[in-house]
Nanobody, 115 residues
Framework: QVQLVESGGGLVQPGGSLRLSCTVSGTIFRQIPVAWYRQVPGKARERVAVISSGNYATYEESVKTRFTITRDDAQKTVYLQMDTLKPEDAAVYYC?????????WGQGTQVTVSS
């Protein structure tokens, strides 16, 4: 069974940084794309970034110059480096992947940006 576990969330001031981690098990990690999504109350889950098995990354426009998604195939982990955080970045962040037609999500990690 595919499992994903996020970590690294927390409370930061505007302008601060966090690095989120997503460790994946139960599949051949090097062959799958992994995405980071975020969700706030009353809104749909929004894709923030995705990285392919070939290390091609795409980003939502509002984070394109501030966030970086990377992967370490040896550690079976995807990272989201978040810099210059803004209050509007606050959300629960989830990593997810689709394997053989089924989408799997981690439990989420809370990111709070506040003075």
């Amino acid at each position: 069974q595919v499992q994903l576990v996020e970590s690294g969330g927390g409370l930061v001031q505007p302008g601060g940084s966090l690095r989120l981690s997503c460790t994946v098990s139960g599949t051949i990690f090097r062959q799958i794309p992994v995405a980071w999504y975020r969700q706030v109350p009353g809104k749909a889950r929004e894709r923030v970034a995705v990285i392919s098995s070939g290390n091609y990354a795409t980003y939502e426009e509002s984070v394109k110059t501030r966030f970086t998604i990377t992967r370490d195939d040896a550690q079976k982990t995807v990272y989201l480096q978040m810099d210059t955080l803004k209050p509007e970045d606050a959300a629960v962040y989830y990593c997810g992947t689709t394997v053989r037609g089924t989408t799997y999500w981690g439990q989420g990690t809370q990111v709070t940006v506040s003075s």
